[in-house]
């Protein structure tokens, strides 16, 4: 009597995690794992050099790598025999990814014979006429047609599992070795589905003057697979690579479990080629579906400072023809703009480059609690540069931007007056306002008067820095003349 595999379902939809549950006809010769190392871009792309042992015969062997990443790009896949990298050739590679899921089995045994148990335990066999549209259509022996919905069906039982499906994906090789015994073989390929980026957590000091950093990597595995006891590389910078193909399987849905390491592990930093690389000193699991994090830079007592923007101007883009609109450029804006700005120096207490990723800055209350007073994002950021943070909008400063003069003296010059009013309503604190002006109506400019000393920042823009009395309201003013061509 013919032995038969049991799937248990409530549901047509919980079908697929069932059908994971059947294992191969064939053993698939995975091959003893000897080490595997992962280089991890912060793209979205890995690669993967994964090193085995496998027993071979003099002449053709069939070799099959599982528990390869489902994401992987297969195009990108290199086979080398460490062993005996002369004697072994490759004579044909595949990468097999016809999985085991409920639409492959039921796809697999149309007009074969299959099993159903309802839920209130009836049983129907017949031969399966269609699996689609959540029911599934039997002929049984006397040439009756059943349908069954997928609401009420308990168990599918199928014979056996189908010759080709896998439940793993896997690479398959057929190789030619010159001498029988164990190889060590190395498989190196790209894949997606795993990445890594910089987390960064700042305590800003109650004075504003100086912050402690720690910075996290963080890495998030949804490759299809896991990578254990890995030697971990992570690689900063803007690699360019094609657009990714399309992968040939899809992961199914799954939680993201995250894990951070308790105790910082030591990072290692260099330069390579034109990007910094970061070396976990230690192996690492990664596993499928998890964010692991580990500490790789932090420092203490970092010189810090605090300083406001009013930017109320309009967003400039380029000069392309001179614009005589009288209301042009009038925004209504009135959020006075907070950032903290630092060194990544060696002499400022970090020394150290910085990834991009995400910053979030702290700073304790009276109470000595720490509450978030500002997140953002930091591009890569080589030692010595200034990091700057944009934190949010300052509650008690004001800002206030009006045009008080327009006059068109001629076809081809206009004369323009700006009133600005910077209002500070803290109680005791003195803050200095930046105020970025952009002259946007042509490239020939001229300030003609201005109450406050201001700096010429490039071809466009002048910026005022003024100092507001706690309580007390400051006002700048200027004139500005364009002329072009007639």
Do not use: C
Not at 4 to 22: D, E, G, H, I, K
Not at 355 to 381: C, F, K, M, S
Not at 385 to 407: C, H, M, P, S, W
Request: glycine fraction near 6%.
């Amino acid at each position: 009597m013919k032995t038969t595999r049991v799937l248990q379902v409530t549901a047509l939809a919980a079908l697929l995690r069932a059908a994971l549950l059947v294992g191969p006809v064939a053993a698939q010769e995975a091959g003893e794992r000897a080490d595997v190392a992962v280089t991890i871009y912060n793209q979205g792309t890995a690669l993967v050099q994964d090193r085995r042992v496998f027993e071979l015969d003099e002449g053709e062997n069939l070799v099959n790598f599982t528990d390869v990443a489902s994401s992987i790009d297969p195009t990108s896949v290199v086979l080398t025999s460490l062993t005996d990298p002369e004697g072994t050739v490759v004579l044909e590679q595949n990468y097999v990814y016809d999985l085991v899921d409920v639409s492959a089995l039921l796809e697999r045994y149309l007009d074969e014979q299959i099993e159903v148990v309802a839920e209130d335990g009836t049983e129907y066999s017949g031969w399966l006429l269609s699996g689609r549209g959540g029911t599934i259509i039997l002929r049984q022996d006397d040439g009756e047609v059943i349908v069954i919905s997928s609401d009420s069906i308990r168990d599918l039982r199928f014979p056996a599992l189908p010759d080709g499906l896998i439940t793993r994906p896997t690479l398959r090789w057929l190789l030619s070795s010159a001498q029988a015994g164990e190889q060590e073989i190395e498989l190196t390929y790209l894949t997606g589905g795993i990445n890594w980026t910089a987390d960064y957590n700042l305590l800003l000091a109650t004075d504003n003057r100086s912050l402690d950093l720690n910075g996290w990597v963080t890495l998030t595995n949804t490759s299809g697979t896991t990578y254990t006891d890995a030697l971990v590389k992570l690689v900063a910078g803007d690699v360019n690579r094609l657009p990714e193909p399309q992968m040939m399987y899809d992961l199914a849905e799954a939680e993201t479990r995250v894990q951070a390491v308790p105790a910082a592990s030591p990072v290692q930093q260099r330069e390579f080629y034109e990007y910094h690389l970061y070396e976990i000193t230690r192996p690492v699991t990664v596993g499928n579906n998890e964010t692991k994090q580990v500490e790789f830079v932090s420092g203490t007592g970092i010189p810090a400072s605090t300083y406001y923007v009013y930017r109320a101007g309009i967003p400039f883009y380029g000069y392309r023809s001179p614009i005589i609109d009288r209301g042009y450029g009038q925004t209504g804006i009135t959020d006075v703009q907070n950032y903290l700005e630092f060194s990544t120096s060696e002499e400022d207490g970090l020394g150290a480059d910085l990834p991009a990723g995400r910053i979030r800055v702290y700073q304790e209350d009276i109470d000595g609690a720490a509450l978030l007073i500002g997140e953002n994002r930091i591009d890569h950021t080589p030692e010595g540069e200034k990091v700057e943070i944009y934190l949010g909008n300052a509650f008690d400063l004001v800002g206030e931007r009006r045009q008080t003069d327009f006059r068109l003296l001629s076809s081809n010059v206009i004369e323009e007056t700006y009133e600005i009013r910077l209002r500070n309503r803290k109680d005791e604190q003195t803050v200095e306002i930046r105020v970025p002006e952009t002259l946007f109506r042509w490239s020939n400019w001229e300030i003609l008067q201005a109450s406050h000393e201001y700096e010429k920042t490039d071809s466009s823009t002048i910026e005022f820095r003024v100092n507001v009395e706690p309580q007390s309201e400051t006002v700048i003013t200027y004139t500005v003349r364009y002329t072009w061509p007639r």
